[in-house]
DNA sequence: TTGTCGTAGTATGGATACATTCAACAAGCT
DNA sequence: AGCTTGTTGAATGTATCCATACTACGACAA
């Protein structure tokens, strides 16, 4: 019993720091708990396929459970969690399959972004996007790597004039986001972004296109040899997580809040 | 139950109607009431633009406010209602440029669902795909017609396979539906999703993408038109009969970044 | 020993009541 | 007259409380 106990209490402890990280500026306090349950799942403080107790999560962030649920139905329509009826909401849990069509989709939908953005590149856009790609390239963890990491993005796919298409893709990469997150440091990533911005700005279509396809396929495998090291190591096999009841009764609360703790962004 | 007020009565009659039809089945109240909601927003009982007050809806509707707000929610992250905070919930208002990218991207995903779907074609499909076609061709009207259209495009689209794809295919579509209401009766529609599967049980794969940009096509141009109309008659943009105003603030995203905000993008 | 039934416990879903916030209106000041 | 400011009203957002549904556990019978 002690060491779930520290268990938790680390993850409390993280917790907390994500919640006085956001805690402040928000017009309503379901928009705060929102974003801080958001940035704890996508960050992978709350482990895919963990239960999240209305009451618990309340009493962490100090309101009641009325914008706990009101936020925790909003990623459900995100498709980060999965309600079961009178039972609660766990995090979600992808299957290699469902990871394999995001990352389909996700080539589909962004080599047809890319296009689009360069049939309208012109100088300013590209020196705007070579200053966020040294950002970029130079920053790899961390907040400031996400934000910098989404600025990059949009201007690079335009979502000025794209708005959908770039909010569809941020989405697809909400969901696959947190299967990775130890993944990121291996390999040597200097000046990839940058190199795409060379091809963007050069007008050069396909390769740019072949470095889009070989970016995506590789943090595909990755998180793929994530997935299969895991499922050796602990996780049996976590079937279909739609709302359909008469799951196996015997799939208690997942032993996985350590792994979730070990693959957390040390350098925060 | 009682009619609260009389100039709103034939309105107030179909929601009704609504209400009955869909009112019993489900696991909660939260989802009838969200079933109820999307069914009079798509199928336009509630008019783009209008806004919707909770205590009205959860009276009309028989139940608390507390579902109905649920139910907001969640509409909320589909798209179809916008949230202004302290002030309620209005239909979500497409602009043109909006229905226009939601039609290239439905041109996108349904022809690679297509190309997908054609790779996998064999006898059972195509046999299952003309029946639903043959329905298809002869309804053109209620709620059979659209019951009958989703189970046809989830076969040809291979939903089993691609759920996600399939899934953001609805979505989108779901959009757009309530903006051609009217529209559906004109031109000669005559056997066009038959058309549609003997190209695509043909393996003629050119074809059976020149009928769907073709559809697409049509339709949006439908839309267009039907927009053009209204443009002239009463909106001048994105504000809809309600005489007051359509941004109040600037709307000051959240101080996390850029991140937070990614909520509050289709409403435009 | 096994399977079924009944009961208790717990967490969610929903209803009611209260607090907060925004917007409109009116009065006062420059 | 125009602008600012205080007040009022209404609708939302939140908290607390209650009912319901699901799970777990234990007793009893075959």
Redesign the pocket.
Known sequence: MAPRQGHNLSKNARFAEVVDELAGGY?????MVYAVLKEAITSGTFAPGE?????SL?EAIG?????V??ALLQLESDGLVT?H?????RVCTLSPAQINEIYRLRTLLESYALRLSMTRMNPDRAEALRKLAARLDEEHEGKEFLDVRVRFYRELYDSENNPLLVQMIEELRGHVGRYLLGFRFSGSHKRQHSDLVEHVAGGDLSSAEAWLYSHLEGVRQGIESILLDEGGDAAPDENAEVED?G?P??D?SPPGGGQAASRAQAAG
């Open positions: 017009r309503t306090i379901g928009q239960w999240l107790r209305q009451e309340a309101v009641s459970r009325i914008p649920r009101t309600f009826p009178h039972r609660g909401a009841d799951e009764p015997a208690p």
